[in-house]
């Protein structure tokens, strides 16, 4: 079983950034990892993901530009760098990891086996 635990969320003005951090219990070297949120009323939203070795990542075409997801293996952590946000990224964000090293759809929320618990990032206009 591996935890997640996400960090760095928070309020930021429109056209600000926030990194966000997502830790995992154990080593998971051939894990996908991703990125969701959920704004509420809505249904949970693909952002990103990475593949095991970070040489392969993936965006919802909303992002691309403005966030960059990376990967530490050493240090067991993921990343979101978000810059220019605006205020419809208002989400509680969410790092998820696959059991497996290899899956078809890293933008579908079934791929992923480990979810943290959420972070909130507002974003005041």
């Known amino acids: 079983q591996v935890q997640l635990a996400e960090s760095g969320g928070g309020l930021v003005q429109a056209g600000g950034s926030l990194r966000l951090t997502c830790a995992a219990s154990r080593r998971t070297f051939s894990s996908y990892y991703g990125w969701f949120r959920q704004a509420p009323g809505k249904e949970r939203e693909f952002v990103a993901a990475?593949?095991?070795?970070?040489?392969?990542?993936y965006y919802a075409d909303s992002m691309k530009g403005r966030f960059t997801i990376s990967r530490d293996n050493a240090k067991n952590t993921m990343y979101l760098q978000m810059n220019s946000l605006k205020p419809e990224d208002t989400a509680v964000y969410y790092c998820?990891?696959?059991?497996?090293?290899?899956?078809?759809?890293?933008?579908?929320?079934?791929?992923?086996?480990?979810w943290g618990q959420g972070t909130q990032v507002t974003v005041s206009s």
């Open positions: 990475i593949n095991w070795s970070g040489s392969t990542t």
């Open positions: 998820a990891g696959s059991k497996s090293g290899s899956i078809s759809q890293p933008g579908q929320p079934g791929e992923y086996t480990y």
